[in-house]
């Protein structure tokens, strides 16, 4: 599986964007999806999850109600729209995808991850 992760940017305190991660390589709908992001000598932390239907979405507590994660199993892309940015959300992240079972929130079920977006949040 190939994942290419885009959208990031630099954006003002209270801004919005959207990341996009498009997958090929293997059927979309058979994975999960997730978010990681890590921050400049921090570890890769959990950001959201979505199941390979979609009906089963997990989000970090520090990002609950102003992220967004989605899937269009149609186009092979997951998504992640952030809204209200905050300085402390700068970190690259990472979108990674698994067909295994198990927990969305452990960072080891994931075997496939794309390359990074930095996001950078000015405040």
């Known amino acids: 599986v190939q994942l290419q992760a885009s959208g990031g940017g630099l954006v003002q305190a209270g801004g919005s964007l959207k990341l996009s991660c498009a997958a090929s390589?293997?059927?979309?709908?058979?994975?999960?999806m997730g978010w990681f992001r890590q921050a400049p000598g921090k570890e890769r932390d959990f950001v959201a999850a979505?199941?390979?239907?979609?009906?089963?979405?997990y989000y970090a507590d520090s990002v609950k109600g102003r992220f967004t994660i989605s899937r269009d199993n149609a186009k092979n892309t997951a998504y992640l729209q952030m809204n209200s940015l905050k300085p402390e959300d700068t970190a690259v992240y990472y979108c990674?995808?698994?067909?295994?079972?198990?927990?969305?929130?452990?960072?080891?079920?994931?075997?496939?991850w794309g390359q990074g977006t930095q996001v950078t949040v000015s405040s």
């Open positions: 990674a995808a698994t067909s295994t079972s198990g927990s969305a929130y452990y960072i080891k079920r994931y075997d496939y």
């Open positions: 390589g293997r059927t979309f709908s058979n994975l999960d």
């Open positions: 979505i199941s390979r239907s979609g009906n089963r979405i």
